[in-house]
């Protein structure tokens, strides 16, 4: 149970109960594709694309904690450095240094956090985004929608790990 949970949740608004909640079952089901699996497996790429439950998982977390910051540190935030191909790539790697129960504990905290953003921050506030190809120039992003985009990047890379999960031992997260 979440420390939001363990919260009065009739004290906060259905929007913040249903970012909580969305936020929560996506985290769950990406989660739940990597039950009983070793390091080694959650290391397997067993489709065709580089992608393994393990890396997936620390991936999203790391976005999580981007965007997080972003929301709550913004607009420096997400101005960082230049990544370089191995950055990235790495991103979506469990290393052999990197343990599976490490990346959940570390994505557990990382969604704490996150699940008192929803709580607790202004949900209109905006920042301005960085520079990039994928943002329109100026464009801006409230909290909310920073809370919205990580429900669906979350559902979405869950679906990814389900994928990889049937191709590994046949375990299906539904159904």
Request: proline share 5%.
């Amino acid at each position: 149970m979440s420390s939001i949970e363990s919260t009065a949740t009739e004290a906060l608004s259905q929007e913040r109960q249903d970012l909580i909640e969305a936020l929560q079952t996506h985290r769950y089901f990406l989660k739940f594709t990597a039950q009983g699996l070793t390091d080694e497996q959650a290391r397997l790429t067993p489709t065709p694309s580089a992608l393994s439950i393990g890396g997936l998982i620390k991936h999203v977390s790391s976005t999580e904690r981007g965007w997080y910051e972003f929301a709550t540190d913004a607009p420096g935030a997400m101005a960082g450095g230049e990544n370089t191909e191995a950055d990235y790539a790495d991103g979506f790697t469990l290393r052999e240094d990197e343990t599976l129960a490490d990346v959940i504990a570390e994505y557990d905290a990382v969604a704490a956090r996150t699940d008192e953003l929803a709580a607790t921050a202004d949900l209109d506030v905006a920042y301005p985004l960085p520079p990039a190809p994928w943002f329109a120039p100026g464009a801006t992003r409230s909290v909310r929608r920073v809370l919205v985009h990580l429900v669906g990047e979350t559902a979405q890379h869950a679906g990814h790990a389900d994928i990889i999960r049937e191709a590994i031992d046949g375990q299906k997260t539904m159904g």
